[in-house]
């Protein structure tokens, strides 16, 4: 069974930064994608960033110009470095995984920042 293991989350500061990681607990066969999704409390899911294994980004516009999605598909990895941090970015961050066959997600981790 693969599991998505998340870390970086935490409380900061608004103007604050914050790195995000996410890595395959083992090796995922024909990924397609990978990328972020959030859910702040009484909202839907939302997609932030995803990145293709050929490098293609595709970002919310909330996030574009503050937020940068990379991976390393060697590891399976993909990050989320998030700055100039706002107070509507609080929300409980998800590593997702799109294969030819089925989707991953991971556990999430909250991201708060403190006005």
């Known amino acids: 069974q693969v599991q998505l293991v998340e870390s970086g989350g935490g409380l900061v500061q608004a103007g604050g930064s914050l790195r995000l990681s996410c890595a395959a607990s083992?090796?995922?066969?024909?990924?397609?994608?990978m990328g972020w999704y959030r859910q702040a409390p009484g909202k839907q899911r939302e997609l932030v960033a995803t990145?293709?294994?050929?490098?293609?980004?595709n970002y919310a516009d909330s996030v574009k110009g503050r937020f940068t999605i990379s991976r390393d598909n060697a590891k399976n990895a993909v990050y989320l470095q998030m700055n100039s941090l706002k107070p509507e970015d609080t929300a409980v961050y998800y590593c997702n995984t799109k294969t030819s066959a089925c989707y991953y997600w991971g556990q999430g981790t909250q991201v708060t920042v403190s006005s």
């Open positions: 083992k090796n995922i066969f024909s990924i397609i994608a």
């Open positions: 990145i293709t294994t050929g490098g293609s980004t």
